[in-house]
């Protein structure tokens, strides 16, 4: 059974900066594409980005500049660095592994983590 476990939200400023991790435990994570999305209040989960086995990245137009996958196979770890963050980063922001497919739709992804909050205050 996968398990991954989210850390490093919180409530920061215009225009800081966070880094997310997501812990992976239970499978064979250095295989898998790993990808983070988010949800805002009242509105859809969206892609936000990707990685894959070869470390190949994958960014939402919306983060595309400002934002930064990252993995660590040997830790099974993946992060999301976030800079330049703007109060619509605002977010429940989730790490899933990929089974199948396009990376950008959460449909293709079957194990999720819990989220970590993100808070951007103006």
């Known amino acids: 059974q996968v398990r991954l476990v989210e850390s490093g939200g919180g409530l920061v400023q215009v225009g800081d900066s966070l880094r997310l991790s997501c812990a992976a435990s239970?499978?064979?994570?250095?295989?898998?594409?790993m990808g983070w999305f988010r949800q805002a209040p009242g509105k859809e989960r969206e892609f936000v980005s990707a990685?894959?086995?070869?470390?190949?990245?994958f960014y939402s137009d919306l983060v595309k500049g400002r934002f930064t996958i990252s993995r660590d196979n040997a830790e099974n770890t993946v992060y999301l660095q976030m800079n330049m963050l703007k109060p619509e980063d605002t977010a429940i922001y989730y790490c899933?592994?990929?089974?199948?497919?396009?990376?950008?739709?959460?449909?293709?992804?079957?194990?999720w983590g819990q989220g970590t909050q993100v808070t951007v205050s103006s």
């Open positions: 239970g499978g064979p994570f250095s295989r898998n594409a």
């Open positions: 899933a592994s990929h089974n199948s497919g396009s990376y950008y739709r959460a449909f293709n992804y079957n194990y």
């Open positions: 990685i894959n086995w070869s470390r190949s990245t």
